[in-house]
């Protein structure tokens, strides 16, 4: 398999020899306002840093816990949203699918079509991302190695697609706990350029009965490991209010700290690639 060494979300690069990038966002588009406040407020913080940033957001969450969650507003209403914050902003947008017919709507709309980690295996579904004409960015699996990421990758490439990243987000080891193997990593850069996931790493899935659960004092000590350890870019998902957020509210990280959390992780880079 020929390696992939960069990876491009629209104007951005990701991969050995360019900067840190950041894909951030709140886990689910609440509201075209609330939306739009929180790419403009990350936007800002990235151009202050000069952090090469896409912005992310869910149309749909269909793998909530509960019949009763919050799962977002849909495709249609959601692409329209994430195409007005890709046009009035000027940043490059990533989102979920989740089915195969999904795709050419998603591909017509953003820069980065994002395969969810349960997801993963699913060939139909990463066949027709790749053929979106996007980068396609694979959550690795709770339940896989980092080295069986590279049939993942084999199954996107076969399509002529090799505009690639794989995410890291943890793995299960016991009921409701993720643990993050730093050496996957590493492990998996032998495929494509890697993404860390921060937040989602410190997610306990289901922990809350009805709800996920998690822990987001932990995000920032396993983003600083991650770029320590190599990682290209980092996804962390940002709230102005965390705990009322509509999803994932234990882990999404609060917007007054993110400017922090970043300025921080950039020197970590900056250091370990000189």
């Not at 060494?5 to 360019?18: L, M």
């Not at 009763?68 to 940043?91: H, M």
């Not at 965390?242 to 007054?256: F, G, R, W």
């Amino acid at each position: 398999m020929t390696i992939a060494k960069k990876a491009s979300i629209g104007s951005v690069s990701i991969g050995s020899g360019f900067p840190l990038a950041v894909i951030a966002g709140p886990c689910v588009i609440e509201s075209r306002e609330h939306t739009l406040q929180m790419a403009d407020a990350l936007a800002k913080i990235a151009r202050r840093l000069e952090v090469p940033f896409v912005f992310k957001a869910s149309f749909d969450k269909a793998n909530r816990s509960s019949i009763e969650s919050f799962r977002g507003p849909g495709l249609s209403a959601g692409l329209a949203i994430l195409n007005e914050v890709r046009r009035e902003l000027d940043v490059p947008v990533l989102t979920d699918i989740h089915l195969p017919g999904q795709a050419d709507d998603i591909g017509a709309v953003v820069d980065c079509v994002q395969v969810p980690a349960f997801l993963c295996r699913q060939t139909d579904l990463l066949l027709a991302a790749s053929k979106a004409g996007r980068c396609v960015n694979v959550k690795k699996g709770q339940f896989m190695s980092p080295d069986e990421m590279g049939n993942v990758v084999s199954k996107i490439a076969s399509t002529g697609n090799r505009n690639i990243l794989l995410t890291e987000r943890g793995t299960f080891f016991g009921y409701h706990r993720l643990v993050n193997d730093m050496t996957s990593i590493e492990r998996m850069k032998q495929f494509s350029p890697v993404v860390f996931d921060a937040t989602h790493s410190c997610q306990l899935p289901g922990g809350q009965g009805h709800q996920t659960g998690g822990n987001r004092r932990f995000v920032g000590l396993l983003a600083r490991s991650a770029i320590a350890a190599g990682a290209d870019a980092l996804f962390i998902e940002a709230h102005d209010n965390p705990d009322q957020a509509k999803s994932d509210p234990a882990t999404q990280y609060p917007l007054d700290q993110f400017e922090a959390l970043i300025s921080g992780c950039v020197r970590i880079a900056r250091a370990v690639r000189e």
